[in-house]
């Protein structure tokens, strides 16, 4: 295996989060079988060679109603398993706060998709998140390096899912860590006739900033200021050997409140130090006067990391994890943010 740094992917997230559980080889035509109520089945997307999607769908689901969806994107370097161990507590699938245990709780069905990959490192898969431009990082890897069309393949992904359950068309959501959290970003920009709203953690928007199209989009973004993998205050560097210029979160804010049209001023709000022995404390900042809501969670001296979720190379590789607030957060901004 290469060693980290020549597999040029943006943040370790996925690369440890995602290799170190077992998926069978074989998926399921999921518009072929039955997806009930609280089902989880792993499935393929025809016209894409070895990427697949995990689907979890709600238990108390009645089998008819449309289901709102959340698109949770995994790290650079990882895998579909990768996106939902990260956001979990000790990495352990299924916990209580797990992001998919959460949505599917509250109604939601929650599909993880695989980017792009190969033998024999078929579970170290990035996203084209954009970028690239003169000096500029290109995000993330051989998917944006090769120009992978990651919006078709996302296109294709919703048919499918949308073969296996009834999905509500006004509450289709993005979310994703690092080279994922910047695959939200663009797809909020280039998909906002699907997409009701995106949450971003640790990948800003590198699309945007390599003058790619973007329009107005509810968007949450989540970032610590001592990430050591996307820096807050982005420019060149990483915790892997990256070349070119990462876009900064006050970059990204700064995009998405022109063109949400913000006119008012920022506000700012702590968050509760539920757990000071964390060594993390976050503030909200909100932007007023936007026809499309615009907001950050600053997790101070957090790292590249999910909140509340797994230290998966531990404090001294990616930083703190904050156990101030989880993915309720997320949640309670897709519940407030359907498509109008």
């Known amino acids: ?179 994922g959290g910047a695959m939200a970003h663009r797809l909020g920009c280039e998909r906002p006739q699907v997409i009701a709203a995106i949450a971003a953690v640790g990948g800003a928007n590198q699309h945007a900033d390599g003058g790619g199209a973007c329009g107005a989009m509810p968007v949450l973004h989540i970032h610590g200021t001592d990430d050591p993998c996307w820096p807050f205050a982005g420019g060149i560097g990483g915790c892997l050997e990256q070349e070119g210029r990462k876009t900064s979160v006050d970059e990204t804010m700064a995009g998405w409140a022109a063109r949400n049209g913000c006119a008012g001023p920022t506000s700012e709000q702590s968050l509760p130090d539920a757990d000071p022995g964390d060594g993390v404390t976050a503030f909200r900042r909100v932007r007023a006067g936007c026809v499309a809501a615009t907001e950050d969670i600053v997790m101070v001296l957090g790292g590249h990391t999910w909140p509340s979720g797994w230290s998966y190379l531990g404090t001294d590789r990616i930083g703190r994890v904050t156990r101030d607030f989880g993915n309720e957060v997320i949640l309670d901004f897709f519940d407030a943010h359907p498509r109008p």
């Open 1 to 179: 295996m290469p060693r980290l740094g020549s597999l040029g992917l943006t943040g370790v997230a996925g690369l440890v989060a995602g290799a170190v559980g077992c998926r069978p080889d074989f998926l399921d035509d999921c518009g072929a079988i039955l997806v009930g109520p609280g089902a989880r089945v792993s499935c393929q997307v025809p016209g894409h060679v070895d990427r697949g999607f995990d689907l979890a769908v709600p238990a108390a689901w009645d089998g008819v109603t449309p289901l709102p969806l959340v698109i949770a994107y995994h790290g650079g370097g990882g895998n579909r398993e990768g996106a939902q161990r990260v956001t979990c507590a000790g990495g352990e699938l299924g916990g209580p706060g797990c992001l998919d245990t959460m949505a599917t709780a509250r109604g939601y069905a929650v599909v993880s998709p695989d980017g792009t990959g190969g033998r024999p490192l078929r579970d170290v898969r990035t996203w084209n998140g954009g970028g690239g431009g003169p000096g500029a990082y290109c995000a993330s890897g051989a998917a944006c390096a090769q120009g992978i069309d990651d919006l078709g393949y996302t296109d294709d992904l919703l048919i499918e899912v949308g073969r296996a359950i009834p999905v509500d068309p006004q509450r289709v959501h993005a979310t994703g860590l690092s080279n």
